[in-house]
């Protein structure tokens, strides 16, 4: 069996390009995860129950694919836990301070040509990066 590993790449890009259209044309809302999550998180009538719907759906479709298609989730990822925890909760908090998360700019915002969202992905892989390149020439998180 020949494994072609951008065929994933681009069925899931595809998906995630539908699903992000479909939620702006049908709901009005930019699918920005973070905001989707805060949102939840912060009780709001009438905006709570699509929100809470939403987290589900990626949680069912993670863990579903993870039944059907374990082999997804094999990595070599040689990272302990304590620094995937560090790093989402920095990423968290570049999340709150620049108002958005790379789902929110990344995919809607610069599929939408959006300035802010542009600079601001561009301000998220170039930290990124900077920091993977620093972290690991210091030998932190390795």
Known sequence: ????????ALVGGAIIG???SLMLLWNGRVTGISGIIGG????????????????L???????????????????????????LVAAGLLVGFGTSLGSGCTSGHGVCGISRLSPRSLVATIVFMVAGIASVVAFRALGVFS
Do not use: K, Q
């Open 1 to 8: 069996m020949i494994h072609i590993d951008w065929v994933y």
């Open 18 to 20: 539908l699903s992000v």
């Open 40 to 55: 939840a998180l912060s009780y709001s009538v009438g905006d709570f129950a699509w929100r809470v719907l939403f987290v």
């Open 57 to 83: 759906g990626l949680v069912s479709g993670g863990l579903a694919l993870s039944f059907f298609h374990p082999v997804m989730f094999t990595g070599t990822l040689d990272t302990s836990t304590w620094t």
